[in-house]
Structure formats: C-alpha cells, structure tokens
C-alpha cells in the first residue's frame, strides 16, 4: 500500500484491514487528499478509491446517497465518474460526471441498467472486459480494474479506466459492484503516440528496425512450425546517398528518402511490411512468398523505378539502389542474422557496380566482412600509401603507336594482394574517401607522365588519362586542385584526359556541365568511359564538350559472333566524328576485333591485344623500348604476349 496511505491510517489509529470509523470516514478522506503532494498521482488515486470502495460498500454508499455532494467532492478531485451495480436488481446508479465522459445527457433518473456501458465498449475490448468483470464477481481477483474504449455520444471512442469493488455477503456471494471510471483518453493518446514513436521512423512514418526485428522474429518462429510458410527480405540501400545529402543539403536529402518511400510503398502490397533503419537503408519483408523468382522479379521492378529521375528541391537528379535479398530458413537463429545476411548481399550488389540486385549466399560471409570494415581498411591505406596505379597503353591503330596511358588505381593489400579497383572504388566513393585518394592519383599519375617525359624525349607527345568518380567531379573546388597538381608537375594540360562515365554525368548533369566547362577552359581534355554501357539518351553529348568517347569493352568484346554488335559500334563511330570527337575502343583482346576496327575507321584502341595495365616500372621498361620504334608497337608485337606478372619484374 501507499505510504502515504498507510501513515494517514495510521493517524486514525486504524489500518488496511481495519478502516477508520464510519464517523471518521469524512475526515479522513479529506485528510488524504489534503496531505497528498508529491506522490506518484495514478498509483495514488488508484490505492485511495479501492480504499474507499474497500470501506464497508454499504455505508459507503449510503453516504453516497444521503450526501452525494460530500462523497461527489471526493471524486471530483480525481475527475471520476462514479458507477454502482446493484446484482440483484440489476439497477445502477451512474454519477453526474460518469454520463459526462461518455457525453449522455445529465439524468434525474439514475434508474440505467448494466447495458448502458456494456454496450458502449468497443466490440475488440468487449469480451475481455467482461471476462475480467465476471471474474472478480466470481470471487477470482481482489479488484476489477480494466482499460478499454467506449464510445461517446459524439461518434468518437474513449479510453476509460474502470475500477470496481464488489460487496459480498456472509457466503461470499456478490450482490453489489461499485467503483469509479476515469477518462484516460489524453493519457492513452500519449502513450499510443509513444508506443508508435518507439516503432516508427519519423521522418518517413515507416516502421523502424526494432518493428521491423520483432516481425521478422515472428516470421521466423512461424517458419519453424509451418512447413508451407516461406519469407524474404530486400535490403535497399540508396547508391551515392551521402553525396547527395553532402552537395545539395539535408533538406534535400529527407526529400529523397521520402520519394524513396513512396516509392517502395507504390511497389510492394499493403501488408508488406516496409522499415528504414536509419540513414539511406530501406528494409522490406515480404510474408507468404511463393518462390524466389517472385521476389526478384519484385527486386528489378524496384530498380527500374528507382533509375526514373526524380525531382527534390526543384532539381531533376538520378538516382539509384543497391539491393540485397536473404530468403528466410529454419536455421537463422535470430532476426539479426537475417539482416546482417541482407545486408551482406546488398554489398556485394554495390561491389559490383550498383544499381542491381544479389542474393545472399554463404559464400558471401566469407567475403569481405563488411562496408565498414572495408571503410577502415580503406583509410588505413590511404595513410600507408598502399594505392599503386598501373598503366595501360592507348594506340593508334593505324601505325599502332601509343599515344599515351591510362593510369588505373589498385590497392596492394598486405594480405589480400593486389585488389582491382571495383572492389573499393564503390567505398571509397560512398565514404567520401575518393576525394583524397583521387586527389593522390592525379598527382601520382601527372607526376610519372612529367619524369617519362624527361627521361624519354619522345614521350612528351604522350597524353595521360586519369579516371573521375561522381564525387571528384562535384567538388567545386575541383578544376583549381586540377590546376595545382598540373603547375607543381609542370604538365601541359593538354596531356591530361579526364575520364567520366556516362553515369557520372547523368547524375549530377547541372554542377557537371560547370565543372566541365571550366576544366576545358584549362586546356584539360575530357573522355566519356565506357560509353554506351548505361544510358540512351545521347542529348548530353552536344551540351558537353568532351573530346573522346570509350566505347564499352561489351561493344567490342562481342564483334566477331554477332554482326548487330559491329552495327552499334559503327554507329557511334559515326556519331562521334559528326560531333568531331575521337573514338578509343576498350577491351581490344583479338587480332580479329582489331581488323574490324580498323576496317571502320575506327582510330584508337586499348586492350590486352597491346598491353595489360603495367606498373610503372614495366611501363617505364616498354617505352625505353620504343624509343627506337617511335613507340609504336609495330615490330615488337611479341611483347603484349608477356604476363602482367612478368612486366612487372
Ligand atoms: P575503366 O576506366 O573502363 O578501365 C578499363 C578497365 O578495363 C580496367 O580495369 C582495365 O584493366 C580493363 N581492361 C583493359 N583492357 C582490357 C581487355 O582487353 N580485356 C578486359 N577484359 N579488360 C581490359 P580495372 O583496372 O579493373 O578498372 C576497372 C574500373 O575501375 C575502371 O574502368 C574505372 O572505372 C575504375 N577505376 C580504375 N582506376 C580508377 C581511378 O584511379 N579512379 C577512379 N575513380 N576509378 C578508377
Ligand atoms: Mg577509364
Ligand atoms: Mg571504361
């Protein structure tokens, strides 16, 4: 019992078994509810009405009846409603205040029945009320006490708090049941807004992860007993979020995750359930699946739409997501292993090239332990210097000189060797830790052109490509680091060629133009990579000034077996000397592909056919080689059927 209950007996000289006197009785609740400050009001209130309805029920209510006003002023203070069942006769008294939280009119008649609550309940809380209500008739609990919501006279519902006491006589039998019924709606909306804020994203009103983690443990004890119940989880994750919310704002961003939203909500049923664990992570679960194809074929949906522009802050930008899927089995123990397995694969779907989709498979685990792992290492090895850039020769294809190099970046892991660029460029892109790394390739690579060009004279005609990633090109400050790293290797800047992919620049199209523009101003040449490999819509080129178009290694790689492929190559070179750009052709591998090359005139090409990529001392090797040939590869052919491995010693 409350102490402070407890002590107020005790003044009385009475206790919770033995109550003050009937004549006693006035004083003492005034007292309470005198003395009452700073107690904990609901555990108060609660203890003061049982008490009060633990007094000898008769008397009280005969109190009740002959001074209503005096017992009324009681209630009052607790803003209850007073009820008072008679079992027998089945009459009940309701109070003033009772008929006011349900908004029934005031009634000289207190003659309502039963019926009038009970028919007011909401019929999900109805049964549960009775059931509790019969029991403490029953004799089965020490008090009735109950929440549930009854309906108003307005159309609305309450929620209500009932309490009740019944009097029983000599056998025990009830015949009476009284109590008091409070208006906990206020309290109740609270606590609802609480209980949905616990559960709920506030910026897009989505469940959040720890919604999200109870159903899936749901979904994976129903698994274990229904052997016809399958599930799947979608991993999303919004490629190049944190650039955007870097270059156009956090307003910006929310805007986003909110399209994302809808998005995904536009995509999936009603009762798919759709979380977002924070920053750019959506979680979908799909419930009572029927076969994995149904959920990949949901995967790609959800990436066609993702590519569709879309406009936040009244700029049109392109976005795009990676997405992981784990289907649901008996032997996850928990949600989390579900999620992380989720979340795995959506890694991997960034690995490799973003925009799609990978399902989890245990291999993964094996892999690389996580972005954020990867994300430390990555720092770790800008700091130790372990990038190396390798080069790779671009020839002419009519004489076969080389006309210059692009340099490519791999990461010479202390244990892992030699990692290729896909595997940390996503990362490194994603962290923002391109901005220095490639801030260190450009130097390294217009460092080794300027030393080439000292040692072997010739070699000044050489033009060194370097290639950009989305974030580098979004730095305002790029085109003055650009023209720093330029005077310090006293490079002309006319052998410099930037590297950007179609993707970069459909991305990002408005800073993109601008920077551009200023760095042809420098006298920089741009190249467009792997051209042709994403994007159709060609509009671009005419308001960009770029030199050189790549064409993807996929156009080249399939001449010879398929004359549709030789078409499209054909037509952009076409397309490219209207535009008065020049044409490179990546992947050149065969003698063949390079003869249907030459055989349209096409001018530039790079491939394994002439060289791998070659580190630096390799490379160095191949043109003090050339010098007498006026590097071209004419007449020292066998050299391109070296190893890498073997340049490179
Ligand atoms: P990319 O710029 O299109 O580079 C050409 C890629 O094709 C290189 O792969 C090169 O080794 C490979 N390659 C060259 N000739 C052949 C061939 O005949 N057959 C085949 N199958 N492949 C050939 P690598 O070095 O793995 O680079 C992959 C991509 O990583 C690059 O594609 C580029 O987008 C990116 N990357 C490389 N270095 C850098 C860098 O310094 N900065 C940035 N931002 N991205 C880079
Ligand atoms: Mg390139
Ligand atoms: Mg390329």
């Known amino acids: 019992m409350h102490n402070h209950l407890k002590r107020q007996l005790k003044k009385y000289g009475a206790s919770e078994n033995n109550f003050p006197s009937k004549n006693d009785w006035k004083d003492f609740i005034e007292s309470i509810d005198r003395t009452y400050t700073e107690f904990d009001k609901d555990q108060y209130l609660m203890e003061r009405s049982l008490l009060i309805s633990s007094q000898e029920m008769q008397t009280v209510y005969e109190k009740l009846r002959s001074s209503e006003a005096r017992y009324a002023l009681a209630a009052q203070g607790a803003n209850d409603g007073l009820w008072d069942w008679d079992l027998n006769s089945e009459t009940t008294y309701y109070s003033p205040r009772w008929m006011e939280i349900l908004g029934l009119e005031i009634q000289k008649d207190d003659q309502q029945t039963k019926k009038c609550w009970l028919e007011r309940i909401h019929p999900d809380d109805r049964a549960n009320v009775e059931e509790e209500l019969d029991a403490h008739i029953a004799g089965h609990s020490n008090h009735f006490s109950n929440e549930h919501r009854v309906s108003h006279s307005d159309g609305s519902y309450r929620w209500v708090l009932i309490r009740g006491l019944a009097v029983r006589d000599g056998d025990g039998k009830a015949y009476r049941i009284a109590g008091f019924l409070t208006d906990i709606t206020d309290h109740k909306h609270i606590e609802e807004k609480l209980a949905h804020d616990a559960f709920h994203d506030p910026l897009t009103g989505l469940p959040n992860r720890k919604l999200l983690m109870e159903r899936l443990e749901k979904s994976l004890g129903r698994m274990k007993i229904d052997p016809h119940y399958s599930f799947a989880v979608l991993f999303v994750d919004v490629d190049r979020f944190k650039t955007i919310n870097d270059s156009m704002g956090h307003q910006a961003g929310d805007e986003l995750l909110l399209k994302i939203s809808e998005i995904l909500k536009s995509m999936t049923r009603s009762d798919d359930l759709i979380a977002r664990l924070g920053g750019d992570e959506f979680v979908v679960l799909f419930e009572e699946i029927k076969d994995q194809e149904q959920i990949t074929k949901i995967a790609e949906r959800i990436l066609v739409q993702l590519q569709e522009p879309l406009r936040v802050t009244g700029k049109q930008i392109y ?34 090239g973003k925009g799609r989709y990978e399902i989890f498979n245990a291999e993964m685990r094996s892999g690389v332990v996580s972005s954020m792992q990867l994300e430390l290492d990555l720092r770790r090895a800008y700091e130790q210097q372990e990038f190396v850039l390798h080069y790779q ?188 750009m020049e044409v490179v052709a990546e992947g050149v591998e065969t003698i063949e592909q390079l003869d249907f090359l030459r055989k349209i005139n096409c001018k530039y090409g790079q491939g394994y056919y002439y060289s791998r990529p070659l580190d630096s001392v390799a490379a160095a090797e191949m043109l003090r080689g050339f010098v007498r040939e006026g590097y071209s590869f004419k007449g020292v052919l066998p050299f391109r059927q070296l190893q890498p491995n073997e340049l490179m010693n």
């Open 319 to 352: 976005s795009s997501a990676s997405i992981g899927i784990a289907f649901g089995s008996r032997e996850y123990e928990g949600s989390d292993d579900l999620v992380r397995d989720a979340d795995l694969a959506m890694y991997r779907a960034k690995v490799n």
């Open 393 to 580: 020769p671009i020839v002419s294809l009519n004489n076969e000189e080389i006309i210059g190099f692009e340099a490519l970046v791999s990461w010479n892991h202390p244990t892992r060797g030699m990692v290729p660029p896909n595997e940390f460029i996503p990362v490194a892109e994603e962290t923002g830790l391109i901005l220095p790394i490639g801030q260190w390739i450009l130097n390294e690579a217009c460092q080794q052109m300027r030393q080439w060009q000292e040692e072997y004279p010739l070699s000044n005609l050489l033009t060194i490509s370097v290639n950009l990633s989305a974030r580098q090109l979004e730095q305002p400050s790029l085109t003055k680091q650009i023209d720093e790293i330029l005077s310090d290797a006293r490079l002309d800047p006319k052998l410099l060629r930037l590297e950007i992919t179609e993707s970069v620049i459909m991305h990002n199209a408005e800073q993109a133009v601008i920077t551009v523009n200023e760095l042809r101003d420098l006298g920089v040449r741009i190249s467009i990579d792997d051209f042709g490999k994403g994007y159709s819509n060609l509009g671009y080129l005419h308001r960009f000034p770029v030199d050189t178009l790549k064409v993807d290694s996929s156009f080249i790689n399939r001449i010879g077996n398929e004359g549709e492929n030789a078409e499209i190559v054909q037509t952009i070179i076409n397309l490219a000397s209207n535009l008065d």
